[in-house]
T-cell receptor
Framework: RKEVEQDPGPFNVPEGATVAFNCTYS??????FFWYRQDCRKEPKLLMS???SGNEDGRFTAQLNRASQYISLLIRDSKLSDSATYLC??????????FGKGTMLLVSP | DAGVIQSPRHEVTEMGQEVTLRCKPI?????LFWYRQTMMRGLELLIY????????DSGMPEDRFSAKMPNASFSTLKIQPSEPRDSAVYFC???????????????FGSGTRLTVV
């Protein structure tokens, strides 16, 4: 089983739609969880951390289910500028992060 | 702050040649990471340093790869000899781990796009 698994997509949605991405991780001892965003031919950038209680940042909501080893990201009112690849990221020890391969989102007019 | 600086941005080289990638972490960050990204395998951790000391190099593919961090402001990743399967984007990232843990965040450089022909 891969350490971090994501549906590669692409997810094609119209502007204004709500879209959700899911991710599973294999290491039950993982402590920290993140979503990163990567634009085409750019470096990954931190979108948001994921906390056990769930957290929201504007149109973005992240959830963590430790029992199921499952992380989610919900984007409401999608914008064209949300088109990117979203990487699920898990802390796998010390400062090292393990990245999923990413889910591609394409928002169309 | 200029962020994490990598050079060169693009590198095209012939198989068998030596390639050196360079990274300058954010000042004050004490951990540095080298990642490789390909379509097939995604982002893979190659090696990381803490306070200039290599901590885990288990991700380095083989002996052709080596990395150094001679001081807190500079690191290199060297491939010798290079092979076509080394073609990828190589990212450097740094993080500051103060008393609060990841208080400075994990910042990536712009990457080096390596093509070995």
């Amino acid at each position: 089983r891969k350490e971090v698994e994501q549906d590669p997509g692409p997810f094609n949605v119209p502007e204004g739609a709500t879209v959700a991405f899911n991710c599973t991780y294999s290491n039950s001892a993982s402590q920290s969880f993140f979503w990163y965003r990567q634009d085409c031919r750019k470096e990954p950038k931190l979108l948001m951390s994921v906390y056990s209680s769930g957290n929201e940042d504007g149109r973005f909501t992240a959830q963590l289910n430790r029992a199921s080893q499952y992380i989610s990201l919900l984007i409401r009112d999608s914008k064209l500028s949300d088109s990117a690849t979203y990487l699920c990221v898990v802390n796998s020890g010390y400062s090292t992060l393990t990245f999923g391969k990413g889910t591609m989102l394409l928002v169309s007019p | 702050d200029a962020g994490v600086i990598q050079s060169p941005r693009h590198e095209v080289t012939e198989m068998g040649q030596e390639v050196t990638l360079r990274c300058k972490p954010i000042s004050g960050h004490n951990s540095l990471f080298w990642y490789r990204q390909t379509m097939m395998r995604g982002l893979e951790l190659l090696i990381y340093f803490n306070n200039n000391v290599p901590i885990d190099d288990s991700g380095m593919p083989e002996d052709r790869f080596s990395a150094k961090m001679p001081n807190a402001s500079f690191s290199t990743l060297k491939i010798q000899p290079s092979e076509p399967r080394d073609s990828a984007v190589y990212f450097c990232a740094s993080i500051g781990t103060g008393p609060g843990g990841y208080e400075y965040g994990y910042t990536f450089g712009s990457g080096t796009r390596l093509t070995v022909v």
